[in-house]
């Protein structure tokens, strides 16, 4: 149909990002490819989502590992693919997004889970990031 998705907010942009990572998983491919951008204008979240990718893209061991060490027994493979979408995103500006307070990242992981997840999904989010930030403020 030729229609754009715009991007204005950074929830908008979570929304999407959260819905081009699982795209990812998919297929099976974490590198950066403007196809998974197609179609999308983002605006002033532009610079937001290419951080995004490009750490998700460099670093999807080290935040899946992240996720499976904060998952109490959930391997990746088990976990509902929506569910591994968010994770990965909240985990990816847990790590490398200073400029995002780690209870917003929280909070908003836990509305996508509402909006795209099971009945369980929204406590379950919450749990593994609540694990991780603590693992990353550890350190």
């Known amino acids: 149909m030729g229609a754009y998705t715009k991007i204005k907010t950074r929830k908008e942009a979570r929304e999407i990002m959260m819905q081009t990572i699982f795209q990812m998983d998919a297929q099976k491919s974490f590198n950066i490819k403007d196809e998974f951008l197609q179609g999308k204008t983002v605006e002033k979240e532009h610079a937001y989502c290419r951080n995004l990718l490009e750490n998700i893209s460099t670093n999807i061991t080290k935040i899946d590992q992240l996720i499976d060490e904060s998952s109490n027994g959930w391997s990746i493979p088990r976990l509902a693919k929506t569910d591994l979408a968010i994770l990965r995103l909240a ?34 989010i919450n749990a593994v990031l609540g694990t991780a930030y603590s693992k990353i403020n550890e350190k």
């Open 91 to 124: 985990i990816t500006e847990l790590l490398y997004f200073d400029d995002i307070s780690g209870a917003i990242t929280i909070n908003e992981a836990v509305e996508l889970a509402k909006k795209y997840g099971t009945d369980s999904s929204p406590k379950f």
